[in-house]
């Protein structure tokens, strides 16, 4: 009596078990099977996705797999059910070609400039331009309901935490029209995966705004491909030339064709100090090319979300000495208060030009 | 042995693969809990009463530290700081919420408990580590008892009988209602009406309201359905989680079938401790208010989620004193519906603020829209629409699944991950629950 079968013993410890199981190998075998078939038919996206991978040995290694494997499916047709798929989501449409009228962007280089090019964070002040204290008349004086102010708010995940605030904080003039536009994951560093020139440069082709808020940097401290296709290893020199073209590049679209203002939003302080330095660094790197720009407007944040002693804090007092979360607990995204408070200072710039300011007076 | 410690070593692996330092946290749990486990059976059988007592404390005052600290302590410093007017007076700690440890921490509650009560018997070392630790579940639940894990640990799993239909499907299933509803209805509908109400109609909020409430059935009961589908594949069979929550007609019925595994916890550990259904009415609508502000905190420490608890003790207690039962179901339905639908308001917004602010242009009737269209109204309504499927339905279409050949499992498995990927949006947010 103390021995059950193996059928009693299983049907006692499984009683709502519904299906006749299969043995363990077979499965096992079934699911390898499963995963080989969705490799194989997913092999292009997992190459692209590869590709889009921070430069180092993890991307190295992922396109040493996947290279192959989407060689061997395409040579067998096996991504082609993915690629029919795609374009019937409407996923696979190349972008339009757009027309870029750019400015061209002078290389930097340091001995012309007498500027270095990155700045530590105790020479930050050693800048020799300050912040404008006002920006400049936009030419458009007369914005109405039907010739709205518009206003474009683009950049990395960051925006996700402040973009929307800052849209209807500005909407609450009626002639003013406002987007947000985050794009997760993107910056600068990698055009390959999120094309930032290009859409900005779209952006102010079809919608022609008055105003543009950016912040890039939180992904950007890696790795960048040069236009002959070398890897430029981050920080070094030729990394940081181009970085600055770059940056030199985003802040001519917007503001050479036509009176923009552009207020370049700093990264804020961070909560690991190693990945604070280098946020540090690209601060430094926005604010000089932007000291070269009549029209762009740096917009630095560590006043806004340090401490009393200058340091990362993820709780803040607010105006009435009540504090408040003003971060996420990943130690780098802006909380709901954060975004509200940095949605509050970023009107007060765009309110520093007077015609601007009388969108809200009204 | 050795499967026991390779599912061991592969859950610690898992754990530590987001933060390596968070497995001594997970460790601290299973060791304490089982060394108190331990003391407590023996105290019980030698009729110390007061050892079964004061190893039960010490075990239940380990695991709300452990919450306590990692969770609760910067939100009440803030807010003691606040009421006093004191600034930043009292040391925040600002410490990184190791992920899953509202889960982990009530199964080891749950255990010590049980063994005080004389429900379970103590666990070997390796089979309450297994236990506390397995991966599927560690991260967002389901919240298992030692009684539903115990008897599975203890003897290996039949390795002739993994029921892979049921678990290829499930893992589908979940992946699908993640990946695709879940994350569609958050970009498209959900994301913004939250973080700009007053920029939307009333009828745009409205449907980003519904829109909440299935993405985060959608997201969470899309984890579960992973979740117990790979302990499938390993043998082991974890208790639902979720029975169809909207289709509930009243607000018992929907906590019968919202986060099964939480409520029967709270249900059992909390509720029925404190006095439950006996004594006065008022001690019972005490008992039910107490313990669904204490299922809100445990989702976290903020207003939002005390409130979403007030909303439904409140519900609770309400239902329980009129009589809702005379309704029409289709009233009972849509009363039900709207007040869990009008908690998530407070659950899902930044801020308290921010869900009045919602609520205020929902009662604004206005009808224009931005969001609305085809996509998102069908979605919403085909969600809705699926909670009526009867369960021995779903229990079919399983059963029929269950009788192809294990490769034409794995065969469409992979077929289905593909099609998941590509119906999928770029870049997809973490579980909803995984913050809890």
């Known amino acids: 009596m103390e021995k059950m079968t193996k059928t009693e013993a299983d049907s006692k410890r499984d009683p709502t078990a519904t299906n006749q199981g299969a043995p363990a190998g077979e499965v096992l075998l079934a699911g390898l099977v499963g995963l080989l078939i969705a490799i194989f038919l997913n092999s292009s996206v997992l190459l692209t996705d590869a590709k889009r991978l921070p430069d180092g040995s993890g991307r190295s290694i992922a396109l040493a797999v996947w290279n192959p494997i989407e060689s061997a499916g395409s040579f067998l047709g096996l991504t082609w059910p993915r690629a029919a798929g795609d374009r019937l989501l409407g996923r696979s449409e190349p972008e339009q070609p757009i027309a870029l009228v750019r400015k061209p962007i002078e290389t930097y280089t340091g001995s012309e400039k007498e500027e270095p090019v990155v700045l530590g964070v105790e020479n930050e002040q050693d800048l020799k331009d300050r912040p404008k204290e006002t920006l400049p008349e936009s030419p458009t004086a007369q914005w109405t309901v039907d010739r709205p102010f518009e206003l474009w708010v683009i950049g990395d995940s960051m925006v996700q935490f402040f973009g929307d605030i800052l849209v209807s904080l500005a909407e609450t003039s009626n002639s003013v029209e406002a987007t947000s536009e985050p794009v997760l994951a993107s910056g600068l560093s990698r055009p390959d995966y999120f094309d930032w020139p290009t859409r900005i440069a779209e952006i102010m082709t079809k919608h022609d705004p008055d105003a543009v808020v950016v912040i890039f940097g939180g992904n950007d401290a890696q790795n960048i491909k040069s236009a002959d296709g070398t890897w430029l290893a981050r920080f070094e020199d030729s990394w940081l030339d181009e970085y600055r073209r770059r940056i030199g590049t985003v802040m001519d679209l917007v503001t050479s064709d036509r009176n923009r203002i552009l207020l370049w939003v700093a990264q804020p302080p961070m909560r690991r100090q190693g990945f604070d330095e280098r946020m540090q660094l690209l601060n430094n790197l926005y604010r000089a090319e932007a000291a070269d720009r009549e029209r762009v407007q740096y917009v630095d944040l560590r006043g806004l979300f340090t401490d009393s002693s200058g340091e990362y804090a993820r709780y803040l007092p607010d105006d009435e000495g009540k504090l408040v979360d003003v971060r996420l607990t990943d130690g780098v995204h802006l909380s709901h208060w954060g975004g509200e408070w940095l ?20 | 042995m050795v499967w026991r410690v390779v599912i061991f070593g592969s859950s610690l692996f898992f754990y530590g693969w987001w933060n390596w330092r968070f497995i001594i946290l997970l460790l601290w749990a299973i060791g304490s809990n089982w060394l108190a486990g331990n003391n407590i059976h023996r105290c019980r059988l030698s009729g110390a009463q007061d050892g079964v007592r004061a190893w039960t404390s010490v075990a239940i005052a380990s695991d709300l530290t452990l919450l306590g600290v990692f969770k609760y302590y910067d939100f009440f410093a803030v807010e003691l700081s606040n009421l006093l007017g004191m600034g930043s007076a009292l040391p925040l700690l600002e410490l990184t919420l190791p992920v899953g440890i509202s889960f982990f921490t009530f199964q080891a509650m749950s255990y010590v408990i049980d063994l005080r009560r004389g429900v379970v018997q103590p666990m070997k070392l390796l089979d309450f580590a297994v236990y506390l630790s397995f991966f599927p579940q560690l991260v967002a639940g389901p919240i298992v008892r030692a009684s539903e894990m115990a008897p599975q ?13 049921e678990a290829f499907h499930l893992i589908l299933r979940g992946l699908f209602k993640k990946v695709v509803i879940s994350s569609w209805l958050g970009s498209n509908l959900v994301d913004g009406v939250f973080a700009d109400p007053q920029g939307h109609s009333s009828l745009d909020a409205l ?35 979720f029975d169809r929550p909207y289709g509930a007609l009243s607000l018992r019925d929907f906590w019968r079938r919202w986060h099964i595994t939480l409520s029967s916890w709270l249900r059992d550990y909390l509720y029925i401790p404190l006095g439950g259904n006996r004594g006065r009415t008022a001690d019972m609508y005490r008992n039910v208010l107490i313990t669904m502000l204490l ?10 989620f005390v409130v979403w608890g007030a909303i439904h003790g409140a519900a609770l207690i309400v239902e329980r004193s009129l009589p809702t039962g005379r309704l029409h179901p289709i009233i009972r339905w849509a009363l039900t519906f709207h007040v869990v639908c009008f908690a998530w308001i407070f659950f899902r917004a930044e801020s308290v603020s921010g869900a009045w602010d919602l609520v205020s242009v929902i009662a604004g009737f ?21 909670q009526f499927v009867t369960k021995s339905a779903s229990a079919r279409l399983v059963h029929w699944i269950s009788r192809w050949p294990a490769m034409v499992h794995g065969i469409a498995f992979g077929i289905g991950l593909v099609a998941i990927d590509m119906m999928g949006p770029e870049g997809i947010a973490p579980f909803i629950y995984f913050q809890f």
């Open chain 2, 153 to 165: 640990i203890s003897t290996r799993p039949d390795p002739r009988q993994v029921a892979s239909g």
């Open chain 2, 366 to 386: 206005s009808a224009d829209t931005q969001r609305l269209n085809a996509g998102v109204v069908l979605v919403v309504v085909a969600a809705i629409a699926v």
């Open chain 1, 343 to 362: 949605s509050a200072l970023l009107l007060q710039e765009l309110r520093k030009s007077p015609k601007i300011d009388q969108l809200w007076n009204r």
């Open chain 2, 295 to 304: 299922g809100g905190l445990w989702h976290g420490s903020t207003w939002n």
């Open chain 2, 207 to 241: 449907f980003g309201v519904y829109g909440y409430a299935i993405q985060i059935y959608a997201d969470f009961s899309g984890y579960t359905d992973i979740a117990i589908g790979c302990a499938l594949l390993l043998g082991f069979r974890f208790p639902v989680n």
